[in-house]
């Protein structure tokens, strides 16, 4: 939970660098952004790429697959078995886990700190942190941690974790060389994110500790 805690920290202070330093309208309709000459000088080396726009739009497609596979399966157990504390704890835990996700992501939708480097269509759309860049960071990481303490061979295991990440690297690279972000908005996602992942991982290690405790006593 320290580092949790220290991660969290980082991103406010990230953000308020982000509102604070260096900041000049370099954006469309003379949006303003923070790290301008930072943020200028990639954007000026990614320019916007389709390819790479929709693709990162089917990965993240696939990634609310994800949440509704996991969703389902707590759904399931809980008609099944009849009662929420019967319910793998791992599951509830995923579920709350993916709650704090979203209410980030409306939360910023609400509280602008700077808009995209491009307009969608023909609209300025709120662009720190990356949605995209949390939402591969979240779900397909919390994938990996939610699989190696599941069921299933090790080698089915290593797989999923090699997939995922491979698709973290391609979803937060690919929104970067899309052009649809500033690099400090793929830099303030990877930042949140990986304190709400580190907030699941502390809870599901709790959880199975206390669980593996139980089982010694019995």
Partial sequence: MIVTV???????????????????AIGPQ????????????????????????????????FALLICVFFAAMGVLEF????????????????GVFYVAVILFYVMFIKVVVNYRPVLEDGALESSYPSSHTMLAVCVFLSTVIQISLGKGSEGFKKTVKVVMLLLTVVMVAGRIVSGVHWLTDIIGGIILSAALLSM???????????????????
């Avoid at 923070?34 to 739009?57: C, E, I, Q, W």
């Avoid at 008609?79 to 995923?94: G, M, Q």
């Fill in 79 to 94: 008609v099944k078995k009849k009662s929420l504390r019967k319910v793998d704890p791992k599951l509830i835990i995923l």
């Fill in 30 to 61: 003379g949006s303003s952004v923070g790290f301008a000459k930072l943020n200028g000088a990639v954007a000026k080396l990614f320019p916007f790429n389709k390819t790479f726009y929709k693709l990162t739009n089917y990965l993240g497609y």
């Fill in 200 to 218: 699941y991982n502390a809870a599901v290690n709790y959880v199975e500790n206390a669980r593996r405790e139980q089982a010694k006593g019995l």
């Fill in 6 to 24: 220290v991660l969290f920290v980082c991103f406010i202070l990230f953000t308020i660098a982000v509102c604070k330093v260096d900041v000049a």
